[in-house]
């Protein structure tokens, strides 16, 4: 996903191993780390050695990595040395789930709102799950390039480019739409009014991939003038509480990205009972839909889902609006 860097990194690791010692033991044990099921290890561990280096914690290992990409021979001997020398800290990394919040999927985001809008024109309020530090509530506020078409907020410090396959939508498939509302939750929620937390999702961020680390950089000053509301909250407990309360617009809208495998097979099921029970209490005056974004059993790249519920006869029937890239570079539109 472009980024030789991390690519090498691991196969480093997973070549030469690791040296005799707990975090050794804590990845060789860890339940789903052969075939990659299990928590997104890697991601763990590549996040916690790249933290090191963004704390100036460890100049041996900041010294193999970007922009000092050409040292890279020494990058195994760097690596073996801080997964010693800073064992307390590596480990206490690996508990927590990589918390990326990738801004590239508001370009995703955008035209499913639109072509929402374009169906049920309204006021959207929009519940997000699985939030992170809840950077893509700001989704409508950034400068969206898709090359042959613009959305978003032109004037945006928070600039995205993705390449639009297919061609350019018209204003009357893709008007224009307002979100009086956003709320959202996460399990474990990015304080970003800590820089402490704020070099945490910048830790896992590729090292070689500036761009993307420069657009975090930006999101994070944007939310400081329009801070995300994230509560802590189990994803399917939220869900319960959250959907009880009354709309605060005509158009609610759950959405989620990437996190959706994250969830224990029970809350899954329990969350998607919550949604649909919710659903059959749509009308045509206040609808409601589900809009996901995640990997699925099709590549490249992730499903763009959608399913409304408006009392009409085809409620409830899941549409496929796209696919796009993970880190939102490219989207394949549908509809």
Not at 169 to 180: G, M, Q
């Amino acid at each position: 996903m472009g980024s030789p860097f991390t690519a090498a990194l691991c196969t480093a690791i997973a070549d030469a191993g690791l040296p005799d010692g707990a975090i050794r033991d804590a990845l060789s044990g860890w339940p789903g780390i052969a075939d990659n099921t299990g928590d997104a290890v890697p991601l763990r561990l590549t996040g916690a050695l790249h933290r090191l280096v963004l704390d100036d914690s460890d100049a041996a290992l900041a010294a193999v990595y970007p922009p000092h990409a050409e040292r890279t021979n020494g990058l195994i001997d760097a690596v073996h040395r801080a997964v010693l020398v800073h064992e307390a800290f590596i480990l206490d990394y690996l508990k927590s789930p990589p918390q990326t919040n990738e801004v590239g999927r508001s370009a995703l985001l955008h035209p499913a709102f639109a072509w929402l809008a374009a169906r049920h024109p309204s006021d959207f309020e929009i519940l997000e799950i699985g939030a992170s530090a809840g950077l893509n509530q700001n989704f409508d506020r950034y400068a969206l390039d898709y090359g042959v078409w613009h959305a978003g907020d032109p004037e945006s410090s928070v600039r995205v480019s993705c390449d639009w396959r297919g061609t350019a939508p018209s204003p009357r498939h893709f008007p224009e739409f307002s979100v009086i509302a956003r709320s959202a939750s996460d399990i474990e929620p990015v304080a970003i009014s800590t820089q402490a937390e704020r070099a945490r999702l910048k830790s896992y961020v590729w090292p070689d991939q500036a761009d993307r680390l420069a657009r975090l950089g930006a999101a994070l000053e944007l939310a400081a003038r329009f801070p995300p509301r994230v509560e802590r909250a189990a994803a399917a407990d939220w869900l319960e509480v959250r959907l009880s309360r009354p709309r605060a617009a005509p158009h609610r809208v759950l959405m989620h990205t990437v996190m959706w495998q994250y969830l224990p097979d029970a809350e899954r099921a329990r969350a998607e009972a919550l949604i649909r029970e919710h659903g059959r209490d749509a009308r045509a005056e206040t609808p409601f839909s589900w809009l996901r974004f995640e990997a699925d059993a099709s590549s490249p790249g992730g499903g763009i889902l959608v399913t409304t519920w408006s009392g009409a006869p085809d409620d409830g029937i899941t549409r496929c609006l796209g696919r796009a890239d993970f880190h939102g570079r490219w989207i394949e539109w549908r509809r």
